[in-house]
């Protein structure tokens, strides 16, 4: 559902799909821009982002959803999707709702209009009770999206992300949460 502040206006025109081969060399010059991948511990190789792929489109072969490729205009913009947590926290097991774009699509609504269309098929078509939504504590666009989406933060509940070094700037992350209930109104 689309909240009413925002009923006015068009969203972009995006597609959520399973990744292509062509998708690649638009990925791996994404995940290696250092501005894309300030909030993760390092940009990544390309066999680190060949590996990733490869995980990536497997989990949507197996599973029929995941962290889907958005083309956008024909062409491969970043992904969003939903993804279950391979670390052990306080809030696992869950589903998670993610996204990363290459920088030319920041700021014009496609990270907001994908993750509608992935929110979407987790309360729908897999009949999840919660989503639930994590990034280091530093990251406040992806913050402002995860609540312009309307999930909601606990500050009680940020955590130490178990797979980065405690020492790490970006090692203390946010938990953002939404229930289906909230998303039905």
């Not at 490729?69 to 998670?96: K, Y």
């Amino acid at each position: 559902m689309i909240d009413m502040a925002n009923q006015n206006r068009t969203l972009p025109d995006v597609l959520l799909r399973q990744w292509k081969e062509e998708d690649l060399e638009r990925y791996v010059d994404m995940n290696a821009d250092p501005e894309v991948m300030r909030f993760f511990p390092s940009i990544l190789s390309r066999s680190e982002t060949e590996a990733s792929y490869l995980r990536i489109k497997s989990k949507i072969e197996e599973n029929g959803w995941g962290l889907w490729a958005v083309e956008i205009e024909g062409l491969f913009a970043g992904f969003t999707g939903l993804a279950q947590p391979t670390f052990t926290a306080h809030f696992t097991p869950c589903v998670e709702i993610g996204w990363r774009f290459r920088k030319e699509y920041w700021g014009k609504g496609y990270a907001y209009a994908a993750a509608l269309k992935a929110e979407a098929y987790a309360f729908q078509t897999l009949k999840l009770e919660e989503l639930v939504s994590f990034t280091s504590q530093w990251n406040s666009p992806s913050m402002r999206l995860m609540e312009r989406l309307g999930f909601t933060r606990d500050p009680k509940e940020d955590f130490d992300h178990p797979r980065i070094p405690i020492d790490h700037p970006i090692c203390r992350h946010v938990l953002y949460r939404k229930n289906k209930k909230d998303w039905e109104y």
